[in-house]
């Protein structure tokens, strides 16, 4: 199993981005897909899910609205996308995949996508 | 802030036993599994343990979980250079409905 993620963003407050994760070695749609977000020097924060065999997500209350979880199974490829960057949006943001809505991150993408917001 | 409370930072000699605590509330640990990862500087996590104790495939004996009501430890025995790194405990939180993370535990091996 591997999950390929998305380079490194910079990009302004107010702009859209969309970053992606590439899953390969699997059967994309046997395991849901979440991203999880780290600032820097701090911990990991659960953000939102996918089921990549009939798209039921589900979101943390706290980015509900900002971010939209996709997947699309004919690319093996699960996105998080924002339409309005912030400042506090800067941080790594990693997929990770899981067997059932609530089980654990079994396998990481690599080192992550850096996404930079600034002025 | 993190949902769940872990210890900022840890330590221990080559050779002793640490152990990393992780508190939460009934809506968490106390009513769910937890899950431990291990992160170096630079990496991604990795899973280390899950279901409370349970280890992948690859991971040493020297790591173990376990819990205790609304908290739940990690304990490295016989600790090696190697183990110096963070370590997150998560787990489910039915209020949230998905996993709740500690703000992560730097380990350092003196």
């Known amino acids: 199993v591997q999950l390929e993620q998305s380079g490194a963003e910079v990009k302004k407050p107010g702009e859209s981005l969309r970053i992606s994760c590439k899953g390969s070695g699997y059967r994309f749609s046997n395991f849901w897909i979440s991203w999880l977000r780290q600032k820097p020097g701090k911990g990991l924060e659960w953000m939102a899910r996918?089921?990549?065999?009939?798209?039921?997500?589900a979101y943390n209350p706290s980015f509900q609205g900002h971010v939209t979880i996709s997947a699309d199974k004919s690319t093996s490829t699960a996105y998080l996308q924002w339409t309005s960057l912030r400042a506090s949006d800067t941080a790594i943001y990693y997929c990770a995949t899981h067997t059932g809505s609530r089980g654990w991150y079994e396998e990481w993408g690599g080192q992550g996508t850096l996404v930079t917001v600034s002025s | 802030q993190s949902v769940l409370t872990q210890p900022p930072s840890a330590s221990g000699t080559p050779g002793q036993r640490v152990t990393i605590s992780c508190s939460g509330t009934?809506?968490?640990?106390?009513?769910?599994?937890v899950n431990w990862y291990q992160q170096f500087p630079g990496a991604a996590p990795k899973l280390l343990i899950y279901s409370n104790y349970q280890r992948p495939s690859g991971v040493p004996d020297r790591f173990s979980g376990s819990t205790s009501g609304t908290s739940a430890y990690l304990a490295i025995s016989g600790l090696q250079s190697e183990d110096e790194a963070d370590y997150h405990c998560?787990?489910?939180?039915?209020?949230?409905?998905?996993?709740?993370f500690g703000g992560g535990t730097t380990l350092t091996v003196l």
């Open positions: 998560a787990g489910w939180d039915d209020d949230v409905n998905g996993q709740v």
């Open positions: 996918i089921d990549p065999s009939d798209s039921n997500t």
């Open positions: 009934r809506s968490n640990i106390g009513s769910n599994t």
